[in-house]
């Protein structure tokens, strides 16, 4: 149950700040020990957290060869963290899943919200995907991926929260949207390379966490894909709306990062700094 009882009233109010668990991976081709592992660190940490956020890819990374099979497992993965997150009471965001489509060959790269009932509390297919033909870094998403379409919120307890994934992240029109729909924490789950991690990952998350008066919630990957060679930045973080980091994860190894986010200080953030308010179209 989410709130406080109030003994002079007999009443359930609101909880006003929600313990978040962020774990960082480096996942690899093989997708049961990965899961394996991520079990075995959440059964190890003691405690109650309201929620449990994992990156994008967190149970594969591997070839574009084997997405089909990967894709097979979105249905058993998903209910063994609904199970899990019933077992532990604690709502868990899995960052990103190969979810399969109709079409052949093409898949969602998927982000799940499984609340503490085990119940899915929200499913955003990421609409930004990943095309960059850098001469450090080369990946083309849509040639397997297809494109969401939707912009998506859940709910942590009583809390609205936005869901996106990774490069979503260079888009701030869809943050803004969230925003505008209510939302107090945006999770950004990614698998950003070491390169333009390096150079932009602090810096966005922080420019959406300050112009969203929003927490941001990011679990990252870590270590390289054992298939490209591709080196994941790390580095996870959880921000506060004005954004200073609350918690933060190295670049290189697997980590658990935990802050508590205080919704009083952040509803009064935007009371004192109405930015949301001041917004203005132009034309």
């Given at each position: ?35 394996d592992r991520v079990f075995g660190r959440l059964d190890r940490l003691r405690g109650r957290f309201d929620l449990i956020a994992l990156p994008e890819n967190f149970c594969w990374r591997g070839t574009s060869k084997d997405l089909s099979q990967i894709s097979e497992r979105f249905s058993s993965v998903l209910k063994r963290f609904q199970a899990y997150a019933r077992k532990r009471q604690s709502a868990i965001l899995l960052g990103s899943l190969i979810e399969p489509s109709a079409k052949k060959n093409k898949f969602w790269n998927t982000s799940v919200l499984i609340s503490p009932q ?166």
């Amino acid at each position: 149950m989410t709130g406080i009882l109030n003994r002079k009233r007999n009443q359930l109010l609101p909880k006003t700040s929600l313990r978040i668990l962020c774990l960082q991976v480096n996942a690899g081709s093989n997708p049961q020990k990965n899961l394996d592992r991520v079990f075995g660190r959440l059964d190890r940490l003691r405690g109650r957290f309201d929620l449990i956020a994992l990156p994008e890819n967190f149970c594969w990374r591997g070839t574009s060869k084997d997405l089909s099979q990967i894709s097979e497992r979105f249905s058993s993965v998903l209910k063994r963290f609904q199970a899990y997150a019933r077992k532990r009471q604690s709502a868990i965001l899995l960052g990103s899943l190969i979810e399969p489509s109709a079409k052949k060959n093409k898949f969602w790269n998927t982000s799940v919200l499984i609340s503490p009932q085990g119940k899915i509390a929200a499913r955003y297919r990421k609409i930004h995907l990943f095309d960059i033909g850098m001469k450090q870094v080369q990946v083309q998403e849509s040639a397997h991926i297809l494109s969401g379409h939707s912009i998506v919120t859940g709910r942590v307890g009583k809390i609205k929260a936005g869901l996106t994934i990774c490069y979503d992240l260079r888009f701030p029109e869809l943050y803004r949207q969230l925003s505008l729909r209510g939302t107090k924490i945006i999770f950004v789950p990614s698998n950003f390379t070491y390169q333009t991690g390096k150079a932009h990952w602090e810096i966005l998350l922080k420019a959406r966490a300050i112009e969203n008066q929003v927490f941001i919630v990011a679990p990252a990957q870590a270590g390289k894909n054992p298939a490209s060679g591709i080196r994941s930045f790390g580095t996870s973080l959880i921000l506060d709306p004005w954004g200073n980091v609350l918690a933060r994860a190295g670049r290189s190894r697997e980590e658990s990062i935990f802050a508590s986010l205080d919704m009083k200080k952040l509803d009064q953030l935007r009371k004192t700094f109405p930015v949301l308010k001041h917004r203005r179209l132009l034309s």
